[in-house]
């Protein structure tokens, strides 16, 4: 979708299909072409439209003119960035329905220019998405190609651009995030994630390659790759290299296990299912890198990805062989299904060379975070409550929502070995926790978290979405994690 903003109103707009974004209790009458004024009027005398948030209606002219679309943003008391988000999605879900080739929003007069433009536009992108890679030649995609965003003469179009620009490159994370996750994984492999690392203008990206890692005694990380015939890569992309000395540094570290058939404990066939999104955490922080070198913060962000498929072979690791990771660390295999947690310790190593104020691993890890906490949030581990809370009030922000869980001594306890340093699982009943505690082991950061999206990440198999959320796609990947951590690189200096 292409989206641009213009000085103006929708009065001086006779054809498409025209937004406009209405509180609870609002008459927008003055504000919509002439041929609407009828049936707009007519509406909100019958009360089946009363702005309540959620709420999104279709009106026809009269006589020959654009078609409206209303979307209610509830009491202007309760007013936030997020309901003119969400309630520009909601609106064009429903502009899609109409096929609708040329939308005009009126922007609402209501929060600054700046911040109501970025909402809008984060809105429009997220609930317009759609994948289309492997649409049949010919195929038209439904989403409206073209979005003008108007600002009235109240409003400073300036800052309302500059708004439409950060909204559009948030949201430009997440899709990239759908994008790499929706694809199937004889496409997706690691050097395609590899390739989409590279692709990202403004970054400095390098792909460490098989030998690369054996020198670094990536063990763990190999163990996991020797299975597949498929080149293991490890990506890292840095935004502000050049500033490392005089800036913060924050590791951003995502899983990318392009397809997992859980090896030897191999996974049932309706496990299976999903397994091209067990690189959803390496797919979060490519797409994140994307909006960071575009939004240009000032902060140093390293994004690290390991990428590697679990397969089975010959040289596949079994249950009971020993891998030795880059900090020297021995680790017994119980699982060789548990192989998320084996890349991503030999990333958290490497993680240390950059002295980082914090470390952030994302991953599809467990299902037992499914169990946990269903598809309503994602798990949140930490070891320090400050990063804890930042990461908390990014996720409120964004609408990416965090639960915190406990990492309680016992779990530690239940990693015990008694032929290598720690197993890289326990008994099903402590998955969640053992799961983190063993993460917990392979970092020096004083500041680390993990959050676990397994439940969230939106691909079948994996927990059921709520779809109805017009922030999210009607089917598959959701892109979570990728918004959640543009929003906290943003918000990394101000108090939480």
């Not at 930490?382 to 406990?406: I, M, Q, V, Y």
């Not at 392979?442 to 959050?451: E, K, M």
């Not at 709520?466 to 918000?491: I, N, Q, Y």
Request: charged share 15%; aromatic share 4%.
């Amino acid at each position: 979708m292409q989206i641009q903003v213009h000085s103006g109103n929708l009065k001086s707009r006779p054809t498409g299909v025209h937004i406009l974004l209405v509180f609870e209790g609002e008459s927008p009458v003055d504000q919509c072409h002439p041929s609407l004024a009828g049936p707009l009027t007519s509406l909100l005398a019958s009360g089946d439209f009363k702005g309540a948030a959620g709420q999104v209606t279709t009106l026809y002219p009269a006589q020959a003119g654009p078609r409206l679309v209303l979307a209610g943003l509830g009491p202007s008391e309760t007013l936030a960035s997020s309901c003119i988000r969400r309630a520009t999605a909601q609106a064009i879900r429903a502009a899609r329905e109409i096929a609708a080739d040329e939308l005009t929003l009126q922007l609402p007069h209501c929060l600054p220019a700046a911040l109501t433009a970025e909402a809008a536009c984060e809105g429009a992108l997220l609930g317009g998405y759609r994948f289309h890679r492997f649409d049949v030649p010919g195929y038209s995609p439904d989403a409206p190609p073209k979005l003008d965003v108007l600002v009235d003469s109240g409003q400073e179009i300036c800052a309302a651009r500059e708004g439409a620009r950060i909204g559009c490159a948030i949201a430009a994370a997440a899709c990239l995030a759908r994008d790499l996750v929706n694809t199937p994984a004889n496409y997706c492999t690691p050097a395609h994630l590899a390739e989409a690392a590279a692709a990202i203008a403004g970054l400095q990206t390098v792909v460490l390659e098989r030998s690369d890692m054996e020198s670094l005694g990536m063990g763990s990380l190999l163990g996991v790759a020797q299975g597949s015939e498929t080149p293991p890569k490890f990506i890292i992309m840095e935004h502000n290299a050049d500033r490392a000395d005089s800036l913060d540094t924050l590791v951003l570290a995502g899983k990318g296990i392009t397809f997992d058939t859980g090896g030897y404990s191999m996974k049932s066939v309706t496990g299976m299912v999903g397994m091209k999104s067990d690189m959803g955490g390496g797919a979060a922080v490519i797409g994140a890198m994307q909006a960071i070198s575009a939004l240009q913060p000032e902060l140093h962000v390293v994004g690290l990805v390991p990428a590697v498929d679990n397969l089975v072979s010959a040289q596949a690791i079994r249950p009971q062989d020993v891998l030795v990771a880059s900090n020297g660390l021995s680790i017994e295999i119980i699982s060789t299904d548990a192989e998320g947690r084996l890349i991503l310790a030999d990333a958290l190593v490497y993680a240390a060379r950059y002295e980082p104020a914090a470390v952030i691993d994302i991953a599809t890890l467990t299902g037992s975070c499914v169990t946990a906490l269903g598809s309503a949030a994602a798990g949140l581990f930490s070891n320090h409550d400050g990063l804890r809370d930042k990461l908390l009030a990014a996720a409120s922000r964004s609408e990416e929502r965090l639960w915190p869980l406990p990492l309680f001594p016992e779990y530690d306890k239940a990693l015990e070995s008694q032929v290598a340093d720690l197993r890289n699982s326990a008994a099903p009943s402590t998955g969640v926790g053992t799961s983190a505690a063993f993460l917990q082991r392979f970092t020096t950061c004083p500041a680390w978290a993990h959050l676990d999206i397994a439940g969230v990440v939106g691909i079948e198999g994996l927990g059921s979405i709520d779809r109805s959320d017009p922030l999210l796609p009607e089917k598959g990947a959701t892109g979570f994690g990728a918004r959640l951590f543009v929003d906290l690189v943003r918000h990394w200096g101000s108090p939480v």
